[in-house]
């Protein structure tokens, strides 16, 4: 079994930044891609950025290319997500998602594993 674990949510000003983590343990392997997704408030789950497991590839959402970006530390089993210029529009909760394939995948079917989330909240 595997456990993500997120961190680093709050409450920021519009214009701010934010860095979210994602700790892995359990039967997780350094080529596993991961992935954040998001689902605000009366919406369904959004992609935001995924990460092959190598951290090679990476992909995003239309809506945060130029602002997020995704990184990995193998080391550490650890997937970051540097959110900079944040908008009122990305207040969600942000979760994080991990895969048995290697390919960064912005499809929410493609990922087997889930962490419980983490508020992330842009005032404006």
């Known amino acids: 079994q595997v456990q993500l674990v997120e961190a680093g949510g709050g409450r920021v000003q519009g214009g701010g930044s934010l860095r979210l983590s994602c700790t892995a343990s359990g039967h997780i392997f350094a080529n596993n891609a991961q992935a954040w997704f998001r689902r605000a408030p009366e919406k369904g789950y959004e992609f935001v950025a995924a990460i092959s497991g190598s951290g090679l590839l990476t992909n995003y959402a239309d809506s945060v290319k130029g602002r997020f970006t995704i990184s990995r530390d193998n080391a550490k089993n650890t997937v970051y997500l540097q959110m900079n210029n944040l908008e009122p529009e990305d207040t969600a909760v942000y979760y994080c998602?991990?895969?048995?394939?290697?390919?960064?995948?912005?499809?929410?079917?493609?990922?087997?594993?889930w962490g419980q989330g983490t508020q992330v909240t842009v005032s404006s």
């Open positions: 998602a991990a895969r048995t394939g290697i390919g960064p995948s912005g499809t929410y079917a493609s990922y087997d594993y």
